[in-house]
Every structure is written in C-alpha cells, then in structure tokens.
C-alpha cells in the first residue's frame, strides 16, 4: 500500500500505461488486457493489472494536471518498483498544420507549472523522452503507417490559460500541443532514473476550434494504445 494506492506489493507491473481519465484506465483494461484484476478505488483512481502479449502491464489513471499525475506517478516509481511509464492522453493542438485525431510523441516539454520551476530555481531544465521508447514507438507507427509527428509539447497548469497568447506564440516556434502532465512525467523519471514516454492524441484544435467526437477520439485513442503496449512490451 502507498497513500494514495491500496495495491498490495507485486500487484503493480513494471510497465505502467498512464491516462488521465481512470475511466480511460477502465476502457485499457477490459479491451487490451487479458486475465485484468482491479488493484485500486481509492478516490475511483482506477488501476488494473492484466497481460498483454503474454507480458504483464498495468494500467493507472492519473487525474488532471501535474501535482495529481505527480502523486501517482511518485508512489508508482517508489513504493511499487515501477520502471517504465508510459502516458496515454489528450492534447489541444497549437500548430496550424497539426492535424486533430493525430498521435503526437512529445520528444521534449515546454512548461510554465509552478510546480517544475521548485525543482531547479533559476535553471530552465529540458524535460525529454526515454529515447529508446520514442524510437520504438516512432519506428512501430511507421510500419503501421500511422499519422504521427515527434517533437515538443506544452505542459499548463492552466486548461483555461490565462495568457493565451504565449501559448500561440509557442505554437510559432514548433510546438505542437498543450496538455497538463508530461513535464512531470519526465522530470520524475529523470529523478528516479526510469523510463517515460508521453503520447497524445490530438483531441481539440486551439488554432482552428475544431474538436473531435467522442467516437472519434474513441477509434484514434485505440491506435495509440496498441502502439504504447507494443513499444513497452518489446523493450527490456
Ligand atoms: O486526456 P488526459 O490524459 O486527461 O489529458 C488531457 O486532458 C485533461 C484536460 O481535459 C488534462 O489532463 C490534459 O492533459
Ligand atoms: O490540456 C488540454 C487537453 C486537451 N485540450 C486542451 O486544450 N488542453
């Protein structure tokens, strides 16, 4: 048991799926997952351990916004031994040509949470991907022809920013999405030594305001999926 997971010790894989929705964790679970049990309802977080190509793989929810995903991810790394972690969410994209329903794989991270900025003061540290995730995810959506771009993220604490214009100006210098969790993400493996990939699923248009429907999202999100467990499951 941690605080925030009543997991007994061993019922947690050294693979972790993470996405922000617990629900989203329920859907993972029952569609991808074979002989899948429950292992936490503390405050409906929900988490589940089942296989997945024969290998064990579990499956968190994480909530919104980086000090929720940092509780998780934290007691995931130090009470439970997980090793790799693999986010599976949703972005709003600020680039013109980035298309909505496309999968991005956040390479490195942007951030303005308050949150980041108490690890290293007065030091812009670069939060980036476990390279040898992002070169196995990229090269599996290739060979399944999947429509996918590599390259920077935006992670707010703000869904509603405040400052709208920094973010678009973002946008002009080649970052792709805003979202609320990979900067933590990736200065926590940083920080534990595991490893970490953000990937995200284009599900609103910040530039043109298209959004996507729930079906849509639906159909896009499994192709993301099954490219996260593929590229955790053949790794070491
Ligand atoms: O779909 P998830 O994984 O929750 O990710 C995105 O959606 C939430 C906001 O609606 C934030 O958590 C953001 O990062
Ligand atoms: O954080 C998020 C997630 C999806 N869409 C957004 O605009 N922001």
Wanted: aromatic share 8%.
């Amino acid at each position: 048991m941690s605080i925030h997971l009543e997991a007994p010790q061993g019922a947690i894989a050294e693979k972790v799926l993470l996405p922000g929705d617990p629900l989203r964790a329920k859907h993972i679970a029952e569609t991808f997952l074979e002989d899948v049990q429950c292992y936490n309802q503390v405050r409906n977080m929900l988490g589940f351990t089942g296989t997945y190509k024969g290998e064990r793989i579990s499956v968190q929810g994480t909530g919104m916004g980086l000090p929720s995903f940092s509780i998780y991810a934290t007691e995931l790394i130090k009470d439970y031994g997980v090793k790799t972690l693999v986010r599976v969410g949703t972005c709003g994209a600020i680039q013109r040509d980035v298309q909505l329903r496309e999968v991005l794989m956040a390479q490195g991270v942007c951030t303005d949470s308050s949150i980041i900025s108490h690890f290293f003061p007065g030091i812009s540290f670069s939060p980036i991907a476990d390279f040898d995730l992002l070169h196995r995810a990229y090269m599996i959506s290739k060979d399944r022809q999947m429509q996918v771009r590599v390259g920077n993220v935006h992670t707010s604490d703000y869904f509603y920013s405040e400052n709208p214009e920094a973010v678009s100006r973002l946008g002009e210098f080649g970052v792709m999405a805003v979202e609320m969790e990979t900067a933590a993400l990736y200065t926590l493996a940083a920080k534990y030594g595991v490893k970490a990939l953000s990937l995200l699923t284009v599900s609103d248009h910040i530039v043109t305001g298209e959004q996507t429907t729930s079906e849509e999202r639906q159909t896009t999100f499994n192709q993301m999926i099954e490219l996260a467990l593929d590229a955790i499951v053949e790794g070491k």
